[in-house]
């Protein structure tokens, strides 16, 4: 992989890498140094990446650099101050996408990452699974329960509305 | 070892083969030990449950179908939604659903959890990320090597300028002091046939005779050179007493005398860069010189060099262009501001 194709590699995935990394964690000034630091690794490694294979390193950097950062932060974040992820019903939502977006938020992480990869990215359980570092069938199923838990949300939400 | 106690889990092991072989002739030994238990075992023999042809008739009703599991529904939904059901298995399931409308609702809740990304969020920082080639480094830092260089030329060429303007002070101190080296008297003329030939003695010679020219207005033109004599005449002292001594003063210079002092102080030279280029045309020379034309213009060069300086200084630096050529470049910081005109007036 050559410069050329590394400056490539920012046009077409800087945006997505940042899009998932915010979703997840939700904080933009974390998000954009997770990108910066992935990019900065695949740098220092120019050499060793495929230009083909760019992308998935760069999201596997960028989502091993991520769970470091939520580590860290659960370190650093007492019990008490940590958000509890119970289903409230105050919000007012104006469309779907507000319903999801507010549903995604309160999926376990894991399913969060794997569902919001297969969604946004179109990827296949493979690379799901090599991304996250897990088994294809782990994969299905953490995908199936983010499903079932985004459409019983949706379903309260409607029935509230 | 088999005893009338304990027999009976035998006969069983027996009657079903499961007798260990080396239990068999210890087990027959018994039997002839005992003729009424060999009866009995002839007995258990002939006993045989017939088999019954029983069908639950109700069983149709017992099946159940994957949408009757509670998450089948749910299985299927969301592998025909990730493109997992094979072969005939979408389009049976889709019949199933317009055959059970009930599911239709949940069938479509499942639908709206797909999410779409929002193409609206872009990374702020992509600039940082990008990467130069080693090429374009290196022309960038010639580039701005390049802009050092013309920057430099530039303000040497303007302290040249304003050191040229600054001559006619120094004529006037010039033409302060005649006074004190010769008197303006027409009876100094003897002064002039004197033989000493020291150089000292040549200058107030000259300024003598450039004084005397001012004084009678005599001197025609820029041409006018005073010639140096060889033979520097001997001062006459009885003269000189004689002599009434007249205040120095500022004259108005004009252009005769300070064409005269300059010749006397040799500066002809300096007179001649009075006509110094300007850096435009400095450039523009050295590259008309050098053949090139066209886009390597000396203004070109100094434009992009002075956007390079600029843009490394944060736009602190900066010039204006009247006419197409620039006029004056400008410094502005948080401690000074000042502005350096470049055109000649």
Not at chain 2, 188 to 198: D, G, R, T
Not at chain 2, 321 to 340: Q, R
């Amino acid at each position: 992989m050559n410069s050329k194709e590394y400056n490539q590699s920012v046009d077409l995935y800087s945006d997505n890498i940042y899009r998932f990394i915010l979703k997840n964690i939700r904080d933009e000034e974390h998000a954009r140094d997770i990108v910066q630091d992935s990019y900065e690794k695949l740098w220092r490694n120019i050499e060793n990446v495929n230009s083909e294979k760019v992308k998935s390193y760069l999201f596997t950097t960028a989502y091993h650099t991520m769970i470091d950062v939520i580590r860290k932060e659960k370190r650093q974040t007492s019990i008490e101050d940590y958000p509890v992820a119970e289903e409230t019903h105050d919000e007012q939502y104006s469309d779907l996408s507000e319903v999801l977006n507010e549903a995604v938020k309160r999926l376990p992480e894991i399913q969060r990452t794997v569902i919001l990869l297969r969604d946004y990215e179109g990827y296949s359980y493979k690379e799901i699974g090599e991304c996250t570092l897990l088994s294809e069938a782990q994969v299905k199923v953490y995908i199936y329960r983010a499903r079932v838990f985004l459409k019983n949300y949706i379903g309260k939400m409607e029935v509230v509305v | 070892m088999i005893t009338r106690d304990n027999y009976e889990s035998f006969f069983l092991d027996y009657l079903e083969g499961k007798l260990e072989e080396d239990m068999i002739d210890e087990f027959l030994d018994f039997l002839e030990q005992n003729s009424d238990l060999k009866e009995e075992l002839h007995l258990f023999e002939n006993i045989h449950l017939p088999e019954e042809q029983i069908v639950f008739s109700g069983k149709k009703h017992l099946y159940k179908s994957f949408t009757d599991e509670k998450s089948a529904l749910d299985i299927k939904t969301i592998a025909l939604m990730e493109g997992d059901l094979r072969d005939e298995e979408p389009e049976s399931f889709e019949v199933y659903l317009t055959t059970h409308p009930e599911l239709q609702k949940e069938f479509d809740l499942f639908l709206k959890t797909v999410m779409v990304a929002d193409i609206g969020i872009k990374y702020p920082d992509k600039q940082k990320l990008y990467r130069k080639s080693g090429t374009t480094i290196l022309l960038n830092w010639v580039m701005r090597a390049a802009a050092v260089v013309v920057i430099l030329w530039g303000v040497q060429s303007l302290f040249q300028t304003e050191s040229i303007t600054k001559l006619p002070d120094s004529n006037q101190k010039i033409t302060s002091i005649k006074p004190k080296l010769v008197a303006p008297d027409k009876k100094i003329e003897p002064m002039v046939k004197s033989k000493e030939n020291e150089s000292g003695e040549m200058i107030v010679s000259q300024v003598n005779a450039n004084y005397k020219s001012h004084q009678s207005h005599t001197i025609n033109g820029l041409k006018a050179k005073p010639v140096i004599s060889k033979s520097v005449p001997q001062r006459d002292l009885m003269v000189l007493e004689k002599i009434t001594p007249i205040m120095a003063s500022l004259d108005i210079n004009t252009i005769e005398n300070e064409l005269a002092v300059a010749h006397l102080v040799n500066i002809e030279p300096i007179h001649e860069t009075r006509k110094i280029m300007t850096v435009d045309e400095f450039l523009a020379s050295r590259v008309k010189k050098a053949g090139g034309k066209g886009l390597l213009s000396a203004n070109r060069i100094l434009r992009i060099g002075l956007s390079v300086a600029s843009e490394i200084s944060g736009n602190r630096l900066g010039y204006k262009v009247i006419n197409g050529k620039i006029a004056s470049l400008d410094f502005e910081s948080k401690l000074m501001a000042f502005s350096i005109p470049l055109e000649k007036k």
